[in-house]
């Protein structure tokens, strides 16, 4: 069955990238019904939608994230990556990778559906000096 | 500050029927389906419900997800010591073209 593996470093410096990877097995992230996402969670807190995205480069962000997040795919790994620049304490979190469903596609775009299933284990991030 | 607004927590004894509620808009939940997440201590989240009322394989039929409007609800009956956890509804959001997730409920088995 599908599995998702987030990896990465556990401790980034302030105003640095953090860059985490999510790799996929027993599944493509090639296939077309599906979208692949990133979410977090701040200690003792709820979770957060990062953003998602699609084979064919349709990416949706966070609108409160989005001017620092990146997220793509390495279809030749079968891996999917996130990048967060300029991360604060505030980016202190439990970051998780997780399949989600392609909604539908219209004639100029492919929207997400938000069904999370599976998700990784998740993979502590703190952001210190 | 989350848009989908839930009970930070609810409780209820063994055998009990609870229920946790989700508010939004109608950018959200009144024009998009719901999800449930259960998380457990220490671990993932995981889809508990889908599309509104439909539960993935291996979900008990003590859970159940309904919508009306601009509203949610995630109903336990029956309720074990095992369902304690966090629970969130998620949908998306068509003003900001993006997910959203409740606060989360905490759920205390008495």
């Known amino acids: 069955q599908l599995q998702l593996q987030e990896s990465g470093p556990g401790l980034v410096k302030p105003s640095e990238t953090l860059s985490l990877t999510c790799t996929v097995s027993d599944g493509s992230i090639s296939s077309n019904n599906y979208y692949w996402g990133w979410i977090r969670q701040p200690p003792g807190k709820g979770l957060e939608w990062i953003g998602s995205?699609?084979?064919?480069?349709?990416?949706y962000y966070n609108p409160s994230l989005k001017s620092r997040v990146t997220i793509s795919a390495d279809t030749s790994k079968n891996q999917f990556s996130l990048k967060l620049s300029s991360v604060t304490a505030a980016d202190t979190a439990v970051y998780y990778c997780?399949?989600?469903?392609?909604?539908?596609?219209?004639?100029?775009?492919?929207?997400?559906?938000?069904?999370?299933?599976?998700w990784g284990q998740g993979i502590l991030v703190t952001v210190s000096s | 500050q989350s848009v989908l607004t839930q009970p930070p927590s609810a409780s209820g004894a063994p055998g009990q029927r609870v229920t946790i509620s989700c508010s939004g808009s109608?950018?959200?939940?009144?024009?998009?389906?719901v999800y449930w997440y259960q998380q457990l201590p220490g671990t993932a989240p995981k889809l508990l419900i889908y599309t509104n009322n439909q539960r993935p394989s291996g979900v008990p039929d003590r859970f159940s997800g309904s919508k009306s409007g601009t509203s949610a609800s995630l109903a336990i009956s029956g309720l074990r010591s095992e369902d304690e956890a966090d629970y969130y509804c998620a949908a998306w959001d068509d003003s900001l073209s993006g997910v959203l997730f409740g606060g989360g409920t905490k759920l205390i088995v008495l």
């Open positions: 109608s950018s959200n939940i009144g024009s998009n389906f």
């Open positions: 995205f699609y084979y064919s480069g349709s990416t």
């Open positions: 997780a399949r989600d469903r392609l909604r539908f596609c219209s004639t100029t775009a492919c929207y997400p559906e938000n069904w999370f299933d599976p």
